[in-house]
């Protein structure tokens, strides 16, 4: 799913176009027993408890695709007969209303979500008239002939309030007040099937993550059945396990520059594209050689990138590249600079000693003081 197809699904969660049809929910303790279920069509709550839900389902589907939204397959063998996408799929045509199955699903869950604290477990089903698009991309709500039904799991983790005073009216007096189970913003949460080319792509989930590096991998593997991924974080340290492994004691700073520099204008250059970019590994190869990697090096490239990421295994280069800052480290010192201004930094060698040249054309401040740079 790429970030139009998201937000056009985060639309949904509103009362002007909710297509949610029913919500269930389990609420866990800590020792993993059920302490509450509950299953009730969506739009008998009460109008204030609508909105509440609507903010959770909204940020279940919220952050940066490839680090909090993930793409998710399924193994040929889970889409088979008793296979985890297959219940998946039974769980939404049932449109949750048979209990054996969402028993099953709730079983599942606490199974294998590792957390330890009291936790809830929402699901809904929907059902998306999907709109027709005319060539100018404007929705045509009387041309469709598209329905996407969907189910949407969030876990919110479900925490006393903080102690503290307030006042009470009835009473007038300042006192102690009652600390309540308050459910939280969602950790961890999917959408089946995905919505891909908007329409229903049952071979594929989105899932989410708060923290992108906390993807309850036995949660994926053992209740949704999709493939390993890799996390935004171990994308980025196995891409710099590469480099390393394939310049060696040739890891010049100029190479490492030059690769920073031509992922920021592939990045660039294809910011208005509504996928995210991904790298495979000709396209990681073509990169190193264009920064100045030699040919020779390049020879252990294919072992390198096998062993540390997988010979079909792409990298999102959002999650490869340094895009917040350029930052240049020695044992003392620290240099930040504009990711897009790393050309500033150079390292050469002065009076016999290697030295860190940045040139200065502006104003200069220490501690906040405009200073002489003479």
Same mark, same amino acid.
């Given at each position: ?15 002007? /176009?909710?297509?949610?049809?029913? @919500? ?18 969506? &739009? ?24 909090? =939204? ?26 949750? +209303?048979?209990? @054996?199955?969402?028993? !099953? ?5 606490? !199974? ?10 929402? &699901? ?10 005319? +060539? ?28 503290? &005073? ?11 007040? @009652? %600390? ?92 208005? !594209?509504? !996928?995210? =970019? ?62 897009? %201004? ?10 016999? %000693? ?12 220490? /501690? ?7």
């Amino acid at each position: 799913m790429n970030k139009k197809e998201v937000l056009e699904i985060r639309k949904q969660f509103s009362p002007e /176009n909710c297509a949610i049809t029913r @919500i269930c929910g389990c609420y866990v303790d800590g020792d993993k027993e059920k302490k509450l279920e509950f299953k009730e069509a969506f &739009l008998s709550l009460p109008e204030e408890e609508c909105f509440k839900y609507y903010e959770i389902f909204k940020k279940t589907l919220s952050g940066t695709i490839g680090k909090n =939204l993930i793409h998710m397959g399924f193994p040929l063998e889970q889409e088979l007969s008793g296979g985890k996408q297959e219940s998946l799929v039974k769980l939404k045509e049932s449109k949750l +209303k048979d209990d @054996i199955l969402l028993e !099953e699903f709730y079983d599942k869950v606490i !199974e294998s979500y590792d957390f330890g604290e009291h936790y809830l477990i929402l &699901l809904i089903h929907a059902v998306y008239d999907v709109p027709g698009r005319s +060539k100018d991309g404007m929705d045509m709500f009387d041309a469709s002939d598209n329905v996407y039904e969907h189910i949407l799991c969030c876990i919110c983790p479900v925490a006393l309030s903080k102690a503290g &005073l307030c006042y009470n009216a009835v009473t007038n007096t300042i006192q102690d007040r @009652i %600390r309540d189970w308050v459910v939280g913003e969602p950790a961890n949460g999917f959408l089946f099937p995905a919505f891909n080319d908007r329409s229903s792509d049952l071979h594929h989930l989105l899932f989410y993550s708060k923290k992108p590096e906390a993807l309850q991998d036995y949660f994926v593997e053992y209740t949704l059945g999709c493939t390993e991924v890799m996390s935004a974080g171990t994308q980025k340290e196995s891409f710099q396990d590469i480099i390393v492994n394939t310049l060696k004691e040739d890891c010049d700073y100029s190479v490492i520059r030059n690769i920073h520099e031509n992922l920021q204008e592939m990045i660039e250059e294809s910011k208005e !594209e509504p !996928e995210p =970019l991904e790298l495979g590994k000709q396209e990681v190869r073509r990169l190193f050689s264009k920064s100045g990697i030699s040919e020779e090096k390049l020879e252990a490239f294919d072992k390198n990138y096998n062993e540390n990421i997988g010979a079909q295994t792409t990298l999102l280069a959002s999650n490869i590249a340094s895009t917040r800052k350029f930052s240049v480290k020695t044992p003392e010192i620290v240099v930040n600079v504009n990711p897009e %201004r790393a050309d500033l930094i150079d390292i050469q060698m002065i009076d016999g %000693r290697k030295c860190l040249v940045i040139p200065i054309d502006d104003e200069v401040e220490v /501690n906040g003081i405009s200073v002489n740079a003479r």
